[in-house]
């Protein structure tokens, strides 16, 4: 039986790069003197690296401009990477991030059926921190029965790790749950971890492969009767 909901949080609960992390990461670059800024369509391509701080490094990497030594590069990433998460906070703080199209409906639902929810993530708890008030309202950790985030899983996306200490504090079998994402990523960690994955598109991810998907729809609101009140998905 369907126990519990696994989400993914960046693109899934809500559009939180294009107009998010993207501009908290060019904020942090000028706000350190630092030369680059992320465009639409090149963030677009950095996004397949999952993780802030991973996808900097492997930008660094490429950057003639960027310290040779890989060393600096990581010192310099995590510096970077620290000064967008305030950035990011202090965006979000400002508004105009909302939950994507029936989130909230159907966290609600799962709430009044007792099916458990919880985050799989490869963004840091601050940031989640600093969202879910926004999504969820105050009282947002009553209503999760686990968050799993980059300081619990340090293996980034495509590895299942964070869905596999989800399965683990949820205390259930793969069989019991169902992943949400919106990144080829994110569904190639859950499918490795053994859960049915449900995939909402993105802004980044609108014609990515999805192979693999229980089902790709564009948003929540267009799967209206799942997954709580009857599952039109099988769980296997
Ligand atoms: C999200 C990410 C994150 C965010 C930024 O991927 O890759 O890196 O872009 O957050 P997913 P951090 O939705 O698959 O979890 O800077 O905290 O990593
Ligand atoms: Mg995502």
């Known amino acids: 039986a369907l126990r519990a909901l696994i989400f993914d949080v960046d693109g899934t609960l809500a559009e939180t790069e294009r107009d998010g992390h993207r501009v908290a990461f060019n904020r942090a670059f000028a706000a350190l003197g630092l030369p680059w800024r992320w465009d639409d369509a090149g963030y677009g391509v950095l996004l397949r690296v999952a993780g802030g701080y991973e996808r900097l490094l492997a930008f660094l990497a490429t950057q003639a401009d960027a310290p040779a030594d890989a060393g600096e590069r990581a010192a310099l990433a995590r510096i ?135 089902a790709v729809v564009d948003d929540l609101d267009a799967a209206p009767d799942w997954p709580c009140a009857s599952p039109r998905v099988d769980l296997q």
């Open 80 to 214: 970077i990477h620290q000064r967008k998460n305030a950035e990011f906070a202090a965006l979000v703080a400002q508004g105009g991030l909302a939950p994507r199209p029936g989130v909230r409906r159907l966290v609600d639902a799962c709430a009044g059926q007792g099916i458990l929810l919880a985050v799989a993530t490869t963004t840091g708890r601050a940031n989640l921190d600093a969202l879910f008030p926004h999504l969820f309202g105050a009282d947002w950790p009553q209503r999760f029965a686990a968050l799993v985030c980059a300081e619990d899983a340090p293996r980034k996306k495509p590895d299942p790790q964070v869905y596999a200490i989800a399965l683990q504090r949820l205390g259930i079998a793969p069989g019991e749950a169902i992943a949400f994402e919106d990144s080829p990523a994110g569904l190639a960690a859950a499918r490795a971890a053994g859960l049915a994955c449900l995939v909402t598109r993105s802004v980044y991810f609108a014609n990515a492969d999805f192979s693999g998907a229980t």
